[in-house]
T-cell receptor, first 115, second 116 residues
Framework: EPEVTQTPSHQVTQMGQEVILRCVPI?????FYWYRQILGQKVEFLVS????????KSEIFDDQFSVERPDGSNFTLKIRSTKLEDSAMYFC?????????????FGPGTRLTVL | AQSVTQLDSQVPVFEEAPVELRCNYS??????LFWYVQYPNQGLQLLLK??????LVKGINGFEAEFNKSQTSFHLRKPSVHISDTAEYFC??????????????FGTGTRLTIIP
C-alpha cells in the first residue's frame, strides 16, 4: 500500500539554525500539506500546496517558513531560523485531486527539537 | 471556520468492554468528518470518514461512527475493545472544498487506554 514517507524521523538543531524537513507524498497525489503537533497539544495546520504554489497557510506559517517541491517526488518544509517554540512533531500529508474525496494521508512525522 | 471539541482527554476502558469517544464540531458550512488514530511513536492513520450519505460509517479495526447533524456530533464507537486499541484518537473536520481540498481542523485528542 502506498504511503507518505518523511525524513529524518528526528532532527535536533540549535536555535537560529535552518532546518529542512523532507517528505515524499504518495505518487499520484497532487495536494500536499504540513501540520505540526507541539507536545501535548492538538495537531495544527501549517500550509497546503497545490500546482506548485501555496493554496492556504495558517497564522503560524510566517516568513520563517517556506515550502518547496524541488522535483517530482519531494515536498520540503524549511524553517529559516529556528526558535525554541518550533520544537514539535511535523507531519506531512497528501491527498488526491478527486473533488469531494478530501482524504489526507499522513506520514509518520519528524520530531524537531530546538535547543 | 470550523472547530472540533473532544471533551474527554483520557478514557480508560476494560478489555472487551464497549467504548464511545465523543466529538462535537462547529461550522458555518457543510463539513466532512474524520477520525484518525495515532499509535505510540507513529503517524496519523485514517480510521473512518463521513462525506455524505448514510450517517453511520464503518471504519477499520471494528470502529464505527455516527454523524448527527442536529447535535453536531460524530462520536466514535467500538462494541468490544482490545489491548491493541490503546492509542490517541483525533476527530477532525474540513469544510466542503470549493475547488480544492481544504485543511483539516483537529480536536485535542482522546487517549484511549485499554485495561487488561
Amino acid at each position: 500500500e502506498p504511503e507518505v514517507t518523511q525524513t529524518p524521523s528526528h532532527q535536533v538543531t540549535q536555535m537560529g539554525q535552518e532546518v529542512i524537513l523532507r517528505c515524499v507524498p504518495i505518487s499520484n497525489h497532487l495536494y500536499f500539506y504540513w501540520y505540526r503537533q507541539i507536545l501535548g497539544q492538538k495537531v495544527e495546520f501549517l500550509v497546503s500546496f497545490y500546482n506548485n504554489e501555496i493554496s492556504e497557510k495558517s497564522e503560524i506559517f510566517d516568513d520563517q517558513f517556506s515550502v518547496e517541491r524541488p522535483d517530482g517526488s519531494n515536498f520540503t518544509l524549511k524553517i529559516r531560523s529556528t526558535k525554541l517554540e518550533d520544537s514539535a512533531m511535523y507531519f506531512c500529508a497528501s491527498s488526491e485531486e478527486t473533488e469531494g474525496t478530501d482524504t489526507q494521508y499522513f506520514g509518520p512525522g519528524t520530531r524537531l527539537t530546538v535547543l | 471556520a470550523q472547530s472540533v471539541t473532544q471533551l474527554d482527554s483520557q478514557v480508560p476502558v476494560f478489555e472487551e468492554a464497549p467504548v464511545e469517544l465523543r466529538c462535537n464540531y462547529s461550522s458555518s458550512v457543510s463539513v466532512y468528518l474524520f477520525w484518525y488514530v495515532q499509535y505510540p511513536n507513529q503517524g496519523l492513520q485514517l480510521l473512518l470518514k463521513y462525506l455524505s450519505g448514510s450517517t453511520l460509517v464503518k471504519g477499520i479495526n471494528g470502529f464505527e461512527a455516527e454523524f448527527n447533524k442536529s447535535q453536531t456530533s460524530f462520536h466514535l464507537r467500538k462494541p468490544s475493545v482490545h489491548i491493541s486499541d490503546t492509542a490517541e484518537y483525533f476527530c477532525a473536520v474540513s469544510g466542503h472544498p470549493a475547488g480544492g481540498n481544504e485543511k483539516l481542523t483537529f480536536g485535542t485528542g482522546t487517549r484511549l487506554t485499554i485495561i487488561p
